[in-house]
């Protein structure tokens, strides 16, 4: 059985492009769904990726209204919208090659 994700994770699913997402952006996404009636919950969700799921994000605003939301570290995260982790870099290192030392 699949793993059921939690509302925070679902909010952080529209933003893995790494774009910022206006509120009215979240609304669309989710109008009809079971999200739809908490969307007035957007700052939380946005909290518990911060907390939970090692999200940055950065907070847009015009003065004191929120403008939209972006997720920085993005491409830390799978596309379900739960945590990997930093991605290491593939990046091989070779071993130096030694002269031999003429004596």
Known sequence: ??????????????MLTGKP??????AEVFKGT????????????????KKYEHGVIRVLKNGRKVQAY????????NDDGSYRGPVKSQVVET???????AA
């Open 1 to 14: 059985m699949a793993k059921d994700n939690n509302r925070h994770q679902k909010f952080a699913q529209v």
């Open 95 to 101: 071993p130096e090659q030694k002269e031999p030392v």
């Open 34 to 49: 079971d999200t739809e009636p908490v969307l007035y919950r957007l700052s939380t969700y946005i909290y518990d990726i």
């Open 21 to 26: 997402v206006t509120p009215q952006d979240f």
């Open 70 to 77: 972006q997720l920085v570290n993005f491409d830390e995260f």
